[in-house]
């Protein structure tokens, strides 16, 4: 799996096609739901933090924010590693 939320997308996928498994035991069964749950409960935390950024750059858009003019530098996590310039 890589970093990106297309990513994260296909992988949920991807678990709901092995929860769909006809074939699966029981057992196999409720340790695919116990993996779900965990899955389930990263990938929200990842969707807010994704939110988050998207609302801070959407608030630093609309403020005007521009790294030549303003003081300060925009976390790197919020640029996705790139900057400004």
Not at 25 to 34: A, K, N, S, V, W
């Amino acid at each position: 799996m890589k970093n990106t939320l297309t990513d994260l997308n296909n992988y949920l996928f991807e678990q709901l096609e092995r929860l769909n498994d006809d074939e699966l035991t029981p057992e196999e069964l409720d340790r695919e739901l116990q993996k779900t749950d965990s899955i389930v409960k990263i990938s929200e935390k990842i969707i807010e933090n994704g939110e988050l950024a998207f609302k801070t750059m959407k608030h630093l858009d609309e403020y005007g924010y521009h790294p030549d003019k303003n003081v300060g530098a925009i976390p790197p996590m919020l640029t996705a590693g790139g900057d400004w310039k």
